[in-house]
């Protein structure tokens, strides 16, 4: 499946973003898009795999998602979709542009102090 | 406001380093995409990557377009499949490059796969490439690999409704060929109106066409297509000509099989 693929890419972006930083990654926050061709479920398996000796082996995958949303070209109209029927639900044309629900995002991560996990240990 | 920022999430542990990225996940293969697509500009090559379930006539489409394009287009192809050299060899068979990427197991193509493949395709004797990407309807709509445009095959054999069950792929393509329509006689429940309006519901206006490789029905209006898009890309290069080197700075030592 791709998403062991992207988890890959994930964890080499969440590497770099977090060269330098003390502590230990606890939360990786990620937006993944009912339009993005991605399983949410699936991307939790992979993460649980590919996450092993990593500096997110002890990190929760947190994933947020914004609902799949088009504007119509035709009357203007913002309609909230599903991933196979884009048309607008004011005038029903397919003349549409997705607005939101495509992204495969990395928001950001979480790092935990490791003063804090010594001293309640 | 924030459906999709994360910070309705509830908070980690106390105290925690917050650091923020906003970046897509897909960068690192966006970007060697972006490489690729210079290097097609660069040469003056559309490229164009067709996508289909295994099975749906994209080894024998790009074996009539070899036979059938004339000297004025030059074609050269780059195949991906799991395992084995049997498409590469087929097509180089009818007298066009054609390099094979073996996969190992990853069920599809990216840009890295491609730009390794490129050191053998000679770019510069080339007007188009055409990439046969792996043979699956899920994975390789997820991957940039530098192409100008995407072509998605649907056989008379398979379901009209395919473009429903697999939206994200036929969202994205430029082109939509419904192939093997030599046997529609046989058939009898594939209605070609049901496909296209599936597309048109996934907010996509490419076109939709029947044709068959076998028996050549309607193959004139894909050649047709492939000059249409090649005049397009070359007028839009010159329209934004700058030229500039750039040095090749990536490490040859990089695997990209997986």
Known sequence: ?121 | MCEDCGCALPKASPDPQVVDVHARLLAANDRAARHNRMHFDDHGVLAVNLMSAPGSGKTALLEATADALGRDIRMGVLVGDLATENDAARIRAHGVPAVQITTGGACHLDADMVHHALHEMPLDSLDVLFIENVGNLVCPASFDLGQHRNVALLSFTEGDDKPAKYPVLFRGADLVLLTKNDLAPYLGDFDPARAERCVRELANGAPVRALSARSGSNLQSWLDWVRAQLAAVRSRRHAHSHHHSHPHTHDHGETVAR
Not at chain 1, 26 to 35: A, E, F, N, Q, Y
Not at chain 1, 54 to 74: E, K, Q
């Open chain 1, 1 to 121: 499946m791709h998403e062991l693929s992207i988890c890959q890419a994930l964890l080499e972006q969440v590497e770099a973003a977090t060269r330098g930083h003390a502590g230990r990654v606890d939360r990786i926050r990620v937006s993944v898009g009912p339009l993005a061709g991605v399983d949410a479920g699936q991307l939790e398996r992979a993460f649980e795999l590919a996450r092993e000796g990593t500096v997110a082996r002890h990190a929760r995958l947190a994933i947020a998602s914004a609902p799949a949303r088009v504007l119509c070209r035709d009357c203007g109209a913002q309609s909230e979709v599903s991933p196979n029927r884009l048309l607008c639900a004011r005038c029903g044309s397919w003349r549409t542009r997705i607005a939101s629900g495509d992204e495969l995002l990395l928001l950001g991560v979480d790092l935990t102090d490791e003063r804090v996990e010594a001293s309640a240990a």
